[in-house]
């Protein structure tokens, strides 16, 4: 213990002067000193474990159902309610006070997951039209917030509305059809809807947006009656193909509508990822700041569960290593083998960090496979047209060109065998292990990322989640099978 102190409190610190050894007068050093230390890093979780053991039996003592995750200093809260979120907070506070630490009040953020739409405001209430699957058949209608149901509806007709299917929460929606029949509805975001009945119905946004007060629709446009959210949105839509009237466009025309608007909004940056407003507020009466998505241990954790906000962050992180490197890429002394094996060491792997947990869709893997290419579109020219007559041209190689010269795995090919070398670590690990914990229970729920897993399990021929259990205790045998092969990987073009 002595030891200890003595290496803490009579440390002193100089600072060289030059490089042939002149040293500037030492002095006491009091800050910054916990950092350098080797032994610091021991100490700290030492003390950080035992305020965290703290917390844990004061929130079981005080009935506080917490779950934490943490990794260093790095700590994060999960709570089911707001409330309890900031009980939890509250007394991790009061445990780390207890041996000296604090929580940096401005560093942390706030997060609300999968939560219940609010009450909307009347006169924010929106309608769209969906299309919703029903015994084979497909019915379209309007869909229309719930807090709204007033301004379509006398109140006589809504009262004859059975509510008691939904237990703990209101209905979000009110679904009318197109020949008058209307139900309560409960949406969720996976894209099924339970009807007043309880029924549960898989259903389909085809657009037109609007708000129910029809004062709010302020750019109609004349021709079709579609409404848009500025001028300029308005003006263009009457140069394209797409005015044309809701009766004429068919159910496949409309859902494509859709999508095109809903691209052109995510182009202009309009669609951002909602921040749900929860109120946490510290022991100091410090408001917590809400977010719509962190960066937890070099990851961005986003609250709608998906990865396309991580994955955009990566390309522009390895797309900056890519820049920084241009001196080596250009290079005409090094080999193109070598600038390949330097490209996957220092690029490929900034830019598939923490790949095995993404959910990907298939744009995602556009976008992944697009910078892919166009990298190794730069790095194998030398080898493509070795004769470069005029430099400037443009390289319009195919991308069955690159990657046949290039010799690599297409980015869909190695995110698999990332995903599956990581599930037969976690299969091979300790069953009481969080991680596999998580993985099992994550299997169960039938969640996105258990479906891309289960669909790599197909196509390298393991089949289902209980044969990758048994062949994963074998590491030699779940290489062989889990290891990206030629015959794997289809090219997409
Ligand atoms: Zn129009």
Redesign the pocket.
């Given at each position: 213990m002595q030891l200890i102190q003595k290496l803490y409190m009579t440390s002193t610190i100089s600072v060289r002067l030059s490089m042939d050894g002149a040293w500037a007068p030492a002095f006491r050093q009091r800050v910054g000193i916990r950092q350098g230390c080797s032994l610091s890093p021991a100490l700290f979780v030492l003390v950080l474990d035992f305020a965290l053991r703290v917390f844990t039996d004061t929130c079981s003592q005080q009935n506080i159902p917490v779950q934490w995750l943490g990794y260093a200093d790095d700590l994060v809260l999960i709570s089911t309610a707001e409330v309890l979120a900031q009980q939890a907070l509250h007394q991790l506070q009061a445990a780390c006070a207890f041996v000296g630490l604090f929580v940096n009040v401005s560093k942390t953020e706030c997060m609300a997951v999968d939560t219940r739409s609010e009450e909307i405001p009347k006169l924010k209430a929106m309608k769209e039209r969906v299309l919703v699957r029903w015994d084979h058949a497909e019915y379209s209608g309007w869909l229309m917030d719930w807090s709204g149901r007033f301004s379509v509806m006398d109140n006589q007709k809504l009262t004859s509305l059975d509510l008691s299917k939904f237990v703990n929460t209101l209905p979000s929606h009110l679904l009318v059809y197109d020949d008058g029949e209307f139900t309560s509805v409960l949406v969720k975001k996976s894209g099924w809807l339970m009807d007043g009945d309880g029924d549960k119905h898989r259903f389909k946004h085809l657009g037109f947006q609007e708000f129910l007060d029809d004062s709010q629709n302020k750019f109609r446009?004349p021709?079709?009656s579609?409404v848009f959210a500025t001028d300029r949105a308005l003006a263009t839509?009457?140069k394209t193909q797409w005015?044309r009237k809701l009766e004429v466009l068919s159910v496949d025309q409309a859902r494509q509508l859709r999508r095109t608007r809903c691209a052109n909004e995510k182009r202009i940056g309009k669609r951002r990822a909602t921040i749900v407003p929860v109120k946490v507020v510290d022991i100091d009466g410090n408001c917590i700041t809400p977010v719509s998505e962190f960066k937890y241990l070099g990851t961005l954790v986003s609250n709608h569960g998906g990865s396309t906000g991580e994955i955009i962050r990566r390309i522009q992180i390895a797309a900056s290593v890519f820049t920084h490197l241009k001196a080596i890429w250009g290079s005409t002394i090094l080999s193109v083998a070598l600038k390949l094996r330097l490209f996957s060491a220092v690029v490929a792997s900034v830019l598939l960090y923490n790949s095995q947990c993404w959910v990907v869709t298939a744009n995602d893997v556009r976008l992944l496979e697009g910078f892919y290419f166009r990298c190794l579109r730069h790095l194998t020219r030398s080898t493509r047209c070795p004769v470069q007559t005029n430099p400037v041209t443009v390289d319009k190689a195919s991308k069955i060109d690159v990657f046949r010269v290039a010799n690599v795995l297409v980015v869909e090919a190695i995110l698999r065998e990332r995903r599956l070398r990581w599930l037969g670590h976690l299969l091979r690990s300790d069953l009481q292990d969080t991680a596999h914990q998580c993985l099992l229970r994550e299997m169960g729920s039938g969640s996105p990322w258990s479906k891309i897993v289960l669909n790599d399990l197909q196509a390298v021929g393991v089949g289902s989640f209980s044969n990758a259990e048994r062949l994963a205790a074998n590491r030699v045998n779940w290489r062989a099978a889990s290891l990206a092969r030629p015959g794997l990987h289809v090219l997409r073009l």
């Open positions: 446009c021709a079709c579609a839509h009457t005015c």
